[in-house]
C-alpha cells in the first residue's frame, strides 16, 4: 500500500526518504536517486476534446 504522505508530520517525511531539513540531499545523492528514481515529473494523460463532451452531453449518456 502507498504511504498517505499528507498525513504524516513533515519530520516524518523527511526521515523516511532520508534526508535532512537543513541541508536537504548532498549532490552526489541527488544524482544517485535521480539515476534510481528517475525524474520527479508528472506525466500529463490525454484528456477528452471538447467535441467528446460535447456529443456526450447532447446523446444525454
Excluded: C, H
Excluded at 498517505?4 to 516524518?12: G, L, M, P, S, V
Excluded at 494523460?45 to 449518456?61: F, T
Amino acid at each position: 500500500m502507498k504511504p498517505k504522505w499528507y498525513q504524516e508530520t513533515a519530520a516524518a517525511v523527511v526521515e523516511v526518504l532520508e534526508s535532512d531539513v537543513q541541508t536537504g540531499l548532498s549532490a552526489a545523492e541527488a544524482q544517485a536517486r535521480l539515476a534510481k528514481f528517475g525524474t520527479n515529473e508528472l506525466v500529463e494523460k490525454a484528456g477528452r476534446s471538447r467535441r467528446d463532451i460535447i456529443l456526450e452531453q447532447m446523446s444525454g449518456v
